[in-house]
Antibody, heavy 119, light 107 residues
Framework: EVQLVQSGAALRKPGESLKISCKGS????????IGWVRQMPGKGLEWMAI????????RYSPSVQGQVTISADKSISTAYLQWRSLKASDSAMYYC????????????WGQGTLVTVSS | EIVMTQSPATLSVSPGERATLSCRAS??????LAWYQQKPGQAPRLLIY???TRATGIPARFSGSGSGTEFTLTISSLQSEDFAVYYC?????????FGPGTKVDIK
């Protein structure tokens, strides 16, 4: 059974850094694209970035390029999303997703990580 | 990028009735279209991919149709557990954008 288990909720101040994680299990981690989807309170679903753990090839949504960094550690089947300097507008639920083989739609979603940025 | 639109924004339906949700792409995505259901406090769940293929465990009352730029999700007889927000997503190109969603609520 495919499972994506995300790190817990995070509370940070503006300007602070943050790295959230997503551990995959039940499948060959290196062989499937994995990504992050943002959902602001009461809003829709937005892509952040995706990565192929096998070779670390990554793609970013134009709206967040340069603001976040996606990475993956194959040795522990874990993907990350990192901010160097958070803003209040980064407050949202972040979902980790695993894509279907060779396709850009995700059958599998993590439980979500709530990020709150407030002074 | 391929922009997705959905209509209506809100659909009020009585239990047992049929619901028809629409999704449009700004350019052709062939049949590379997926539908998701999201209930409050939960992660989205994949319902349909490839425009018309039900994902594992999805009841037969959910069906998808369309190709190119026009797509439809039909729920044949709404059950209480189907009241939720539904998103379409194209996966023909990066970024595989979602539509803004259609909220299906109780009439």
């Amino acid at each position: 059974e495919v499972q994506l288990v995300q790190s817990g909720a995070a509370l940070r101040k503006p300007g602070e850094s943050l790295k959230i994680s997503c551990k995959g299990s039940g499948y060959t981690f290196n062989s499937y694209w994995i990504g992050w989807v943002r959902q602001m309170p009461g809003k829709g679903l937005e892509w952040m970035a995706i990565i192929y753990p096998g070779d670390s090839d990554s793609r970013y949504s134009p709206s967040v390029q340069g603001q976040v960094t996606i990475s993956a550690d194959k040795s522990i089947s874990t993907a990350y999303l990192q901010w160097r300097s958070l803003k209040a507008s980064d407050s949202a639920m972040y979902y980790c997703v695993q894509f279907a083989f060779g396709e850009l739609f995700p059958p599998y979603w993590g439980q979500g990580t709530l990020v709150t940025v407030s002074s | 990028e391929i922009v997705m639109t959905q209509s209506p924004a809100t659909l009020s339906v009585s239990p047992g009735e049929r619901a028809t949700l629409s999704c449009r792409a700004s350019q052709s995505v062939s049949s590379k279209l997926a539908w998701y259901q999201q209930k409050p406090g939960q992660a989205p769940r994949l319902l349909i991919y490839g425009a018309s293929t039900r994902a594992t465990g999805i009841p037969a009352r959910f069906s998808g149709s369309g190709s190119g730029t026009e797509f439809t999700l039909t729920i044949s007889s709404l059950q209480s557990e189907d009241f939720a927000v539904y998103y379409c997503q194209q996966f023909n190109d990066w970024p595989p954008l979602f539509g803004p969603g259609t909220k299906v609520d109780i009439k």
